[in-house]
């Protein structure tokens, strides 16, 4: 049997050429995806680099706004401290007899059996009223009172300043 040449040398030539092609395609296909790798990684770590300046900012204002509330906590603590002291001085003040609450009473209606002097004392700010005095007793559960009353404003008023700094993230 005769082996043509020609088709074996044909044969090689077209094995060759479809070999080149083959390692031709490789290679554009290669650069192209190693080209598309790289711009993938770069749109990835652009990505990451956002993410990552998104959550700073984030915590920068979650820093602010706890910087803010202990600001405000620090003065409602200063507010109800302050506002202890001056029932403390007060309730102590009522205790010793040094200041004594007194009330207004209405001096035309003697149909009540109030018939009390309209002079003042020598300290009185009221001129020509009629005052009466209360029982010290009465005068610590008044105070006792507008101490809670006074606790509650304080407390309300650090509240709502609360929820103003928290509402006004949004």
Same mark, same amino acid.
């Given at each position: 049997m005769a082996v043509p040449w020609r088709a074996v040398g044909a044969l090689v030539l077209l094995l060759v050429g479809a070999s080149s092609a083959w390692q031709f395609q490789n290679w554009r296909y290669g650069s192209q995806l190693a080209e598309e790798a790289r /711009?993938?990684?770069?749109?990835?770590?652009?990505?990451? /680099? +956002? !993410? +990552? $300046? $998104?959550?700073?900012?984030e915590q920068d204002k979650r820093l602010a706004l706890e910087q803010r /509330?202990?600001? #405000?906590?620090?003065?409602h603590f200063r507010?109800?401290? &302050? !506002?202890q002291r001056d029932q403390d001085r007060l309730r102590d003040r009522l205790a010793t007899a040094d200041v004594r609450l007194s009330v207004l009473l209405d001096a035309s209606d003697v149909a009540k059996?109030?018939? /009390?002097? !309209?002079?003042?004392? $020598?300290g009185g700010v009221d001129h020509a009223t009629v005052r009466a005095r209360l029982d010290p007793a009465? $005068?610590?559960? #008044?105070? +006792? #009172?507008? &101490?809670t009353g006074d606790r509650a404003m304080i407390a309300l008023a650090a509240c709502q300043a609360y929820a103003a700094k928290v509402s006004s993230l949004d």
């Amino acid at each position: 049997m005769a082996v043509p040449w020609r088709a074996v040398g044909a044969l090689v030539l077209l094995l060759v050429g479809a070999s080149s092609a083959w390692q031709f395609q490789n290679w554009r296909y290669g650069s192209q995806l190693a080209e598309e790798a790289r /711009l993938h990684s770069e749109a990835l770590n652009q990505v990451t /680099l +956002a !993410a +990552a $300046a $998104a959550q700073q900012a984030e915590q920068d204002k979650r820093l602010a706004l706890e910087q803010r /509330l202990a600001t #405000i906590e620090q003065t409602h603590f200063r507010k109800m401290s &302050d !506002a202890q002291r001056d029932q403390d001085r007060l309730r102590d003040r009522l205790a010793t007899a040094d200041v004594r609450l007194s009330v207004l009473l209405d001096a035309s209606d003697v149909a009540k059996g109030c018939n /009390l002097p !309209a002079s003042t004392g $020598a300290g009185g700010v009221d001129h020509a009223t009629v005052r009466a005095r209360l029982d010290p007793a009465h $005068a610590q559960r #008044i105070i +006792a #009172i507008t &101490d809670t009353g006074d606790r509650a404003m304080i407390a309300l008023a650090a509240c709502q300043a609360y929820a103003a700094k928290v509402s006004s993230l949004d």
